[in-house]
RNA sequence: GCCCCGUUCGUCUAGAGGCCUAGGACACUACCCUCUCAAGGUAGCGGCACGGGUUCGAAUCCCGUACGGGGUACCA
């Protein structure tokens, strides 16, 4: 620890509130659209709306190695795409998309002048000459050091290709970060490292560009993942010295967790946004449920409408703590989202996954109107728009579905028997589905079994399954030939 | 190791010193409804991490401990 260090720097106390707000969210297009990314904006989003600012979108794309152009892409639709149904409220974002990559210029300036001022220094040690420097202070203190030792930060080396532009932090005092969910967290700076600014082939680093782009734009709020948090005082380090004018006010919000507690990550955990777009999430669903990570509305439900949500939310009142990204709570969310659709809604939504790829069923074999029929009872079905051809398919298709465990559960003892008088009243019966339910009842009272029991053979006989939605409105649907030929075929399949 | 952040039912949360016998939601269990499955309804299960303070009174304030997480790159 350093000796009487100050209780706050003016840090705190020369971040502007005055300023008009302006927030950007700077993802890095290395994948996917990540699902903390997607609350994050939203918060940003909201923030910015709420204050009458402007939303940035900036894409961070300096790490050329890592990058993809159809990445780019995929996250402006991501986020279109979680914003839909709010134009009233103004575009997803209102400046950009902008690409770090083209500021290049101003971020290698920005180096150089540091560099010129004496608030950078050239370093030409290679990392393992600073382990082994590190693995000899430990064997001759006991200490554990692993980063940066300051080797070159007197040295004067000069600026030649190779050796990386590093960040002369003034050790002494502390850095405060005003955040406006976690208080105000404090750094001694004799604990922050001379941090690389520019790598030894000139290209800057992230928080180089990062602060510079800010600087530029006249960022006055940074809002991001928890996970920033112990570099903001080099950010704010690197501000002053770069002469940036009031440092913006920070809010760290937290990081979405795993079962296992651990910040999700692209490459263990289901994270990508148009995963759960392309799996039938609504985007209201989802959008209402990433609010609740970390924040609820005033009363006692957590489903509420978009505008009660940009009345309602405080930044301020953003839990600090980690959220875990629950799916069960996501589909109870969006089954209530799809609950609440009007039928012409519910049909409109399910259009995408009543064709091919998603549908298993031809353009010539489906039925707009017999779906139409059938779409109130599925829509207390589905917790996933992507569920919805399982509950219609064997409408459309010539044959039942097939699944043999369905099979094997009901066609034993006397389903045989029930096919045959079910099938004798259906020939004659009046077809319609109260009639159709009727019948059952009396082959179930013949056989001494409840219509419940009955209805197992036939469902599994004409749908494959051995659930599904209520059978005898489906069977009026599906007609007496189509009905008793699948009867037949399953009758004869039992001798 | 060092720096930082965090800790209310299994999970997401309400809770700003007395309104708390800690509320809601998801999940789970049971029952009702019912042609299966859902949906809906009713009920139940279940929590303030621990230890010290402060206070007439603490889930709420303070300190410590434990545990969890994030960061510690010439990644972002």
Known sequence: MTEGAPASTPAAATSGSLRPVRVRFAPSPTG????????????????ARQHGGAFVLRIEDTDAERNRPEWIDGIQRAMEWIHTG?????????????????????????????????????????REQIDGRNAAHKAATGETRTGYDGYCRDRDNPPVPGSALRFRVDHEGVTVVDDLIRGNPEFANATLEDFVI???NGSPMFILANVVDDIDMR?????RAEEHLPNTPKAQLLWQALDGGPLPTFAHVPLLVNAKRQKLSKRRDP????????????????RNFLMTLGWAPQGDTE?????????????????????FFDVTKLQAFNGEYIRALSVDDFEARAQPWLVAPHAPWTDEQFDPAVFRAMAPLVQTRVKRMNEVPEHVDFLFLDHAPHDVQA?????????????????????TIEWNADALQHAIGVVAEQHGTKPGKAQGPIRVAITGRTVGPPLFHALELLGRERTLERLRRARAKLD
Request: net charge negative; with cysteine.
């Open 271 to 286: 994270v990508a946004l148009e995963m759960y777009r392309d799996e039938g999430y609504l985007p209201e669903a989802m």
């Open 303 to 323: 489903i509420v409408p978009w505008d009660f949500i940009m009345r309602e939310f405080r930044l301020e009142d953003v839990h600090s703590s980690p959220a």
């Open 219 to 223: 960022i006055s709020h940074v809002i």
């Open 32 to 47: 996917y659209f990540h699902v903390g990314g997607a609350k994050t904006s939203l918060y940003n989003w909201i923030y």
């Open 86 to 126: 709010l134009d009233s409220y103004g575009p997803a974002w209102d400046e950009g998309p902008y690409f770090q990559s083209h500021n290049l210029d101003r971020h290698v300036d920005a180096g150089r002048r540091l560099y010129e001022r004496g608030r950078a220094y050239y370093c030409d040690c290679t």
């Open 198 to 200: 520019l790598r030894g």
């Open 407 to 427: 099979w094997e559960k009901t066609m034993k003892g006397d389903a045989a028997s029930i096919l045959d008088h079910v099938i004798a009243l259906y020939e």
